[in-house]
């Protein structure tokens, strides 16, 4: 009988997801009133949200807890915030005392900030504000803060009401992926439906665990929303108004409009360009392989631009000899620059970015794989962007210097934010004798994949080096053997960025001729959890593609209603794959010893070239 476990899987979710955003609310700090409590000599500017009053009491309790607290920034919750935003903020928390470097959380009501955060970020304070605006404001300021920022709940500070009209871009604003939201709102709700004509005694036990999780989340933690009553006794009705409401909310913030503008301008340009075709940005074929030079080459897939959809084919081929698996024909000159315009930066700065702040696992181990052999005292990291692996590698290595090195803007922008001492923008070959033993590491991390031509790459590398320096690399591994069961969906092929996959034994073979003793590798543990759930998303992205990219056409009807029923089938898989990735792939990681990437080690010895 499918009632029985249909509402135990029901009761079971909504518990676990209950205690789980609880545990968020409860570790939120309530400020304490300010008393004799002093700031000190620091001053703090505030950037208040329209329609929100921040009084006197708690300025400057927030300012006393800064200062006890050695924070630069503190983004202050109001106790009384809507419930609504109250649980779409307990739901975007993972460490609500520290947030961490960039990954900023914000309640869209008030902040303090200490003025130079604000000025390196190039912010003022402006007459008026948005919620959302507020929130992106704060997720900036936070990548200049370090980790030297905080949420906190001001007892005395009053929200304003909620305009459900504005939850859509309040949720954009938080760095939420609206179709996915929405689609995962209906799943409990769905579910009571179908336990309702299944069994309705079962169902009334379901609906009163749905009813009874607001209170579950929120009772005696430092919040008390407002609406949490209608909230939770009216709740599938609420539910259903929220939804509807959020689904149809076409208010767009200051930074909605900004992001707009940007496809808006891009559009010409890639009309354009497209115009004339994609063909002319692949080079004719080679007919040898690049690393070994041997002519047995076979094709191992044909794919697409899974990420943003630009148009056009791109083949990989795998070397019979030596196994190296290189893009042929690859992109001109002309070519990279279409494709990873716009990808970076401009219109996909902020996915990228998002992206990169959910991967702090991974930088701590590739910071902690030095730790048996040296201490480093300056670091270079190449292909840095905006150096998120070194903002969180100095929670392992607290008195180095990092510096990075990236073609881009974002590596200067790294450095104003104080993730960096240095930044060095421009290509690695060209820098290396500028900067030639000046760092006793170099790292690489998902970086010889992108480029033309890995050999020059390693000799910049062992260039700059000193006797005694590490080089450590990091790759996608094409050895994984679920790399193939997901064909062009597993994410590492990466097309039309990726150009080189190599092979562990051919990097460690690259390392050895160039005089580099190898001291590690790391298989199983740099092997990242995400196969099954990006194969998901991917496939079910290209079904639905945001058609509000300036290189696709759009289509209204298509984007609004065909989007949201494919993401209704499409976010249940996504989380069936995020389960697999834990459990199947976890466990063939471990019992093979191997993974989706791989790590290796390398000391520059008295043999060593450059």
């Known amino acids: 009988m499918i009632a029985i476990p249909l509402a135990g899987l029901l009761i079971g979710g909504l518990l676990l997801n209950a205690s789980r955003l609880r545990g968020r609310a409860a570790a939120l700090t309530e400020l304490d009133a300010p008393g004799d409590a002093s700031a000190g000599d620091r001053a703090f500017r505030s950037l208040v949200a329209e329609g929100v009053v921040l009084d006197e009491e708690s300025r400057q309790a927030a300012a006393a807890y800064a200062h006890r607290q050695d924070h630069d920034i503190v983004d202050l919750i109001p106790r009384d915030l809507p419930i609504s935003a109250a649980r779409d903020l307990v739901r975007r928390i993972s460490r609500p005392d520290a947030d961490g ?206 990420i943003y959809h630009k148009p056009g084919t791109f083949t990989l081929e795998r070397c019979g000899s030596c196994g190296h698996i290189f893009q042929n024909p690859r992109l001109t000159s002309a070519g990279l620059d279409f494709y990873y315009r716009d990808f970076y930066d401009g219109i996909g700065a902020a996915g990228a970015e998002s992206v990169f702040m959910t991967s702090s696992h991974e930088y701590l181990g590739r910071a902690r794989m030095l730790k048996p052999f040296a201490t480093p005292k300056r670091w270079l990291d190449v292909g840095s962007g905006h150096a998120h692996f070194c903002a969180t590698a100095r929670e392992v290595w607290p008195d180095t210097v990092f510096d990075g090195l990236d073609q881009g803007a974002e590596i200067e922008e790294a450095a104003r934010r104080g993730w960096i001492e240095h930044a060095h923008r421009g290509m690695f070959p060209d820098l290396a004798d500028g900067i030639q033993g000046m760092y006793d590491v170099v790292s690489m991390h998902h970086y010889l994949e992108h480029t033309r031509a890995p050999f020059v790459e390693l000799d910049a590398a062992v260039k700059i080096l000193p006797l005694g320096g590490y080089l450590l690399i990091e790759l996608p591994d094409p050895e994984w053997r679920l790399g193939r069961l997901f064909g062009k969906y597993w994410v590492p092929w990466f097309q039309p960025q990726h150009q080189h996959m190599m092979p562990i034994g051919n990097l460690k073979e690259a390392l050895t001729d160039r005089g580099l003793a190898l001291v590690a590798e790391e298989r199983a543990s740099a092997h990242q959890r995400n196969d099954f759930v990006t194969a998901a998303y991917l496939w079910f992205a290209g079904l639905a593609p945001d058609r509000t990219l300036p290189w696709l056409a759009e289509r209204r009807r298509v984007r609004h209603v065909g989007r949201g029923l494919i993401w209704t089938v499409g976010v249940p898989t996504v989380l069936v794959g995020l389960l697999l990735d834990h459990t199947v792939g976890a466990f063939v990681a471990r019992r093979s010893g191997t993974g989706n990437a791989y790590r290796v080690l390398a000391r520059k010895g008295d043999g060593a070239h450059g």
């Open 101 to 306: 470097p960039g990954n900023g959380v914000g309640a869209g009501s008030a902040l303090l900030g200490v003025p130079g955060v604000l000025e390196r970020a190039n912010v003022t304070e402006p007459d008026a504000i948005s919620t959302p605006d507020l929130i992106n404001l704060a997720r900036r300021l936070k990548h200049y803060a370090r980790d030297r920022s905080a949420l906190a709940v001001a007892p005395a500070l009053r929200a304003v009401p909620d305009d459900l009209a504005r939850r859509r871009s309040r949720l954009r604003a938080g760095g939420t992926i609206v179709p996915i939201d929405l689609t995962l709102a209906l799943v409990p709700f769905a579910l009571l439906v179908v336990e309702a004509f299944l069994s309705w005694p079962l169902a009334l036990a379901c609906l009163a665990v749905y009813c009874l999780q607001p209170y579950l989340i929120f009772a005696g933690t430092a919040l008390r929303p407002r609406g949490l009553h209608l909230a939770a006794l009216a709740r599938p009705l609420y539910e259903v108004y929220v939804w509807m409401r959020t689904a149809t909310g076409r208010w767009m913030s200051e930074t909605d409009r900004r992001d707009a503008a940007l496809r808006t301008d891009a559009r010409p340009y890639y009309d354009a360009e497209l115009a004339k075709g994609v063909e002319r940005f692949l080079k004719p074929r080679c007919e040898t392989c690049p690393w070994c030079g041997a002519s047995d080459l076979s094709v191992v897939l044909r794919g697409q631009d899974l």
